[in-house]
């Protein structure tokens, strides 16, 4: 199993930035992907950013190109999410989540089915 515990949420203005962590234990050195995920309230559970543990590809949905940027550390156990020209639509608790195995080069990394593992969430409030 994998255990996740995110961190770093909080509240800004919009403009603002905040850095998300996500402390990875159990076999993260298994992990094969790792992703930020966000839902608002009312609203289904979406793909923000994503990152290939092997290659360092990264993924992000449009909705933040630009702005948020997704990364790990060097010992490959803290997923990091910077998030920049932050927005009120980014109000949103967030997500880390994490696979084991690979995915097919079609499967979208940004889908909330592709990942087994799950943090807790951190409240992100924007406004």
């Known amino acids: 199993d994998v255990q996740l515990v995110e961190s770093g949420g909080g509240s800004v203005q919009a403009g603002g930035s905040l850095r998300l962590s996500c402390a990875a234990s159990?076999?993260?050195?298994?992990?094969?992907?790792m992703g930020w995920f966000r839902q608002a309230p009312g609203k289904e559970r979406e793909g923000v950013a994503a990152?290939?543990?092997?290659?360092?590809?990264?993924y992000y949905a449009d909705s933040v190109k630009g702005r948020f940027t997704i990364s790990r550390n060097n010992a490959g156990n803290t997923l990091y999410l910077e998030m920049n020209s932050l927005k009120p639509e980014d109000t949103a608790t967030y997500y880390c989540?994490?696979?084991?195995?690979?995915?097919?080069?079609?499967?979208?990394?940004?889908?909330?089915?592709?990942?087994?593992?799950w943090g807790q969430g951190t409240q992100v409030t924007v406004s």
């Open positions: 990152i290939n543990t092997g290659e360092g590809s990264t």
């Open positions: 159990g076999r993260a050195y298994n992990v094969r992907f």
């Open positions: 989540a994490a696979r084991l195995a690979p995915m097919g080069v079609d499967w979208n990394r940004l889908s909330t089915i592709r990942y087994n593992y």
